[in-house]
C-alpha cells in the first residue's frame, strides 16, 4: 500500500486566516480525496482531487472555501480559507489502492488536526 | 446513496470481554473494509471481505461478511486496552468513494 504523508499533523489558527495542508504519496496514484472527521465521529468527504483538471466537490462544500491542488500523480494540498471556529476539525487524505489481488480501499494519511481560535 | 449504519456507537468494556461491532446497510457491496483509527491518527486498514458469507480473522479479531453481502460484524475475543479504537466500516470504494458508517468508539479498561 501506498505511503502518505500529511502535514502539519496539527496546528492552531486564527480566524479569518488560511491554511494549507499538504499531502504526498510515495507512489503515483490516479485517486486521492479529502475527508474532514470530527473527533470519534465518521469521515465526511470534502472533494476528488483531479489531476490537472478541477477538483470535484460533494455536496456543501465550495471550492472558495476549500480550494484544492493535485499538480502531479503524487501531490495534492487542500486549503482551508477564511476560517472560523467551525472548521475545527482533522482533515484527512485519501488514495485508493489495491494490496495485491484483494479489492481496492481507500489509504489514509495521518490527519491534520486544525483548531481555529 | 448507500448507507451503512454501524452500532453501537460507543461501547466500554472491562479487559478480557467479548464484543461485537455490526455494520448493516439496505445496498449490496461487492466488499466491505474494517478500519481502525487511533487519536492523532488516520484509518488503518484492517481486512477488507469480498465473498458473501466469508470469515476472515485477524488474531483476536474475527469479520464476517452477510450471506446477502449487506452487512458486516466485527467480534475481539478478550479484548485488550490496546484494542481501544474508533472502528469504522465502509463500502467498497465507488468511483473511487468509500462509503463509511458512523463508526463505533470502543474503550477497554484494564
Known amino acids: 500500500s501506498a505511503v502518505i504523508s500529511q502535514k502539519p499533523s496539527r496546528d492552531i489558527c486564527q480566524r479569518g486566516t488560511s491554511l494549507t495542508i499538504q499531502c504526498q504519496v510515495d507512489?503515483?496514484?490516479?485517486?486521492m480525496f479529502w475527508y474532514r472527521q470530527q473527533p470519534g465521529q465518521s469521515l465526511t468527504l470534502i472533494a476528488t482531487a483531479n489531476q490537472g483538471s478541477e477538483a470535484t466537490y460533494e455536496s456543501g462544500f465550495v471550492i472558495d472555501k476549500f480550494p484544492i491542488s493535485r499538480p502531479n500523480l503524487t501531490f495534492s494540498t487542500l486549503t482551508v480559507s477564511n476560517m472560523s471556529p467551525e472548521d475545527s476539525s482533522i482533515y484527512l487524505c485519501?488514495?485508493?489502492?489495491?494490496?495485491?489481488?484483494?479489492?481496492?480501499?481507500?489509504?489514509f494519511g495521518q490527519g491534520t488536526r486544525l483548531t481555529v481560535v | 446513496t448507500q448507507l451503512l449504519e454501524q452500532s453501537p456507537q460507543f461501547l466500554s468494556i472491562q479487559e478480557g470481554e467479548n464484543l461485537t461491532v455490526y455494520c448493516n446497510s439496505s445496498?449490496?457491496?461487492?466488499?466491505l473494509q474494517w478500519y481502525r483509527q487511533e487519536p492523532g491518527e488516520g484509518p488503518v486498514l484492517l481486512v477488507t471481505?469480498?465473498?458473501?458469507?466469508e470469515v476472515k480473522k485477524l488474531k483476536r479479531l474475527t469479520f464476517q461478511f452477510g450471506d446477502a453481502r449487506k452487512d458486516s460484524s466485527l467480534h475481539i475475543t478478550a479484548a485488550q486496552p490496546g484494542d481501544t479504537g474508533l472502528y469504522l466500516c465502509?463500502?467498497?470504494?465507488?468511483?473511487?468513494?468509500?462509503?463509511f458508517g458512523d463508526g463505533t468508539t470502543l474503550t477497554v479498561k484494564p
Open positions: 485519501s488514495v485508493v489502492g489495491s494490496q495485491g489481488r484483494t479489492p481496492a480501499a481507500a489509504f
Open positions: 465502509a463500502g467498497v470504494p465507488n468511483a473511487g468513494k468509500s462509503t
Open positions: 507512489s503515483q496514484v490516479t485517486m
Open positions: 471481505v469480498v465473498t458473501g458469507g
Open positions: 445496498s449490496v457491496f461487492s466488499s
